[in-house]
């Protein structure tokens, strides 16, 4: 069975820090793996997404994650926090051939100024 | 850029009553979503469309749950009888492929059961 798990249920950083949100997945097969974001109040909308090629993937707002196999592993990061950051985070996956997107219990992140 | 609609935005209504929540996906795509989000959980797929017919509504409490998609377009969600259990945020999402493609989300309906 397919799972994703988050660690840490909140993470705080000053602005213009690192961000550093991580999501560990289990799959039987290899996964699509996604980041969305969630604003108050609002739907989820996509950050990038990693489906086969490189491993580094680039997304929306100065985002990025690395997919590594060895460690089962899709983390996102941003070089420098920004205010307008501040939102809940989930990672998904989708499993090849499947259907049905799986998504993590989420990373709140809280940016202070 | 198309947007998912749904309505309403928030809903309160007492235990035993019937709700009823509306989505309205961008135009052309074929897959259609319903998510059950609890406050500080992630998502929980309740039932998919592909077109007008159910993919995987494994994990929809058929019981009080039901969904339609009758012309493969827009959607409704109704729940009969509403539970205090039920109080959640009520997310639509579409695709135009399904697979990989990614979830457009439209922006929730907000229920409180009392």
């Known amino acids: 069975a397919q799972s994703v798990t988050q660690l840490g249920s909140h993470v705080s950083v000053s602005e213009g820090a690192l961000v550093l949100l991580r999501c560990n997945y289990s799959s039987s097969v290899p996964p699509y793996l996604f980041w969305y974001v969630q604003y108050p109040n609002q739907g989820l909308q996509l950050l990038l997404k990693?489906?086969?090629?490189?491993?580094l993937v680039k997304g929306i707002n100065g985002f990025e994650a690395e997919f590594k196999k060895s460690e089962t592993s899709f983390h996102l990061t941003k070089p420098s926090a920004h205010m307008s950051d501040a939102a809940e985070y989930f990672c998904a996956l989708v499993s090849t051939g499947g259907f049905k997107t799986i998504f993590g219990a989420g990373t709140r992140l809280f940016v202070k100024a | 850029e198309a947007e998912v609609a749904q309505s309403p935005r928030y809903k309160i209504t007492e235990k035993s009553q019937a709700v009823a929540f509306w989505c309205d996906p961008i135009?052309?795509?074929?897959?259609l979503y319903w998510y059950r989000q609890i406050l500080g959980q992630g998502p929980e797929l309740l039932v998919q469309?592909?077109?007008?017919?159910?993919?995987?509504d494994s994990q929809l409490p058929k019981d009080r749950f039901s969904a339609e998609r009758l012309k493969g377009v827009d959607s409704t969600l109704k729940i009969q009888p509403a539970e205090l259990g039920d109080s959640a945020m009520y997310l639509c999402?579409?695709?135009?492929?399904?697979?990989?493609?990614?979830?457009?989300f439209g922006s929730g309906t907000q229920l409180s059961v009392l």
């Open positions: 999402a579409s695709s135009f492929q399904g697979e990989n493609e990614k979830l457009f």
């Open positions: 135009s052309g795509h074929a897959t």
């Open positions: 469309f592909q077109d007008e017919s159910v993919v995987d």
């Open positions: 990693y489906t086969t090629g490189a491993t």
